[in-house]
């Protein structure tokens, strides 16, 4: 029996290695786009968690030298250039506390989050205030720092 050539057309080896390599590179690039998408997510969310936690430092340290006086807070401080605050507390006499090394550690989900407040003061009626909150990463150690002046009003 005699066949057209055109019966006999298929699909070589070459096509079929072409078509599954073109397959696999796409599998590939989506995969590492979720991947990415996921980390980058992870890392805004922390950055978001970190930014609060600072401002809320801020605004405790506000909290307290409206409820107790800007001179109360400069003698709570003493001197101190470093300094953390029982957030949990309403005990105002011991409210204010001296950092641990890294600072006060809270643990949001499976990150521990290090914070703690610097004072300067270039005057006897202000206080300079900087939040720092550290935090390790996938990308390595990162930080939030947010920053202030508490000044004495009456």
Do not use: H
Not at 17 to 38: F, K, M, N, R
Not at 54 to 80: C, M, S, W
Not at 97 to 120: H, M, P, Q, Y
Not at 128 to 136: H, L, N, Q, R
């Amino acid at each position: 029996m005699y066949m057209k050539r055109s019966d006999l057309s298929g699909q070589s080896l070459v096509e079929v290695i072409i078509g599954v390599g073109v397959a696999v590179l796409l599998s590939v690039a989506l995969i590492t786009t979720s991947l990415i998408t996921q980390k980058t997510a992870r890392s805004a969310r922390n950055r978001t968690q970190a930014t609060k936690l600072a401002q809320e430092y801020i605004e405790n340290i506000r909290i307290f030298r409206d409820r107790n006086g800007y001179d109360k807070l400069v003698t709570d401080i003493g001197g101190k250039t470093e300094v953390c605050i029982n957030v949990g507390s309403v005990d105002y006499a011991n409210w204010i506390k001296s950092c641990a090394i890294d600072g006060d550690v809270v643990a949001l989900g499976k990150v521990n989050f290090r914070r703690k407040l610097e004072f300067t003061s270039p005057n006897a009626s202000r206080l300079d205030v900087t939040a720092t909150v550290k935090w390790d990463d996938t990308s390595g150690p990162q930080v939030v720092v947010a920053k202030t002046f508490i000044t004495k009003w009456e």
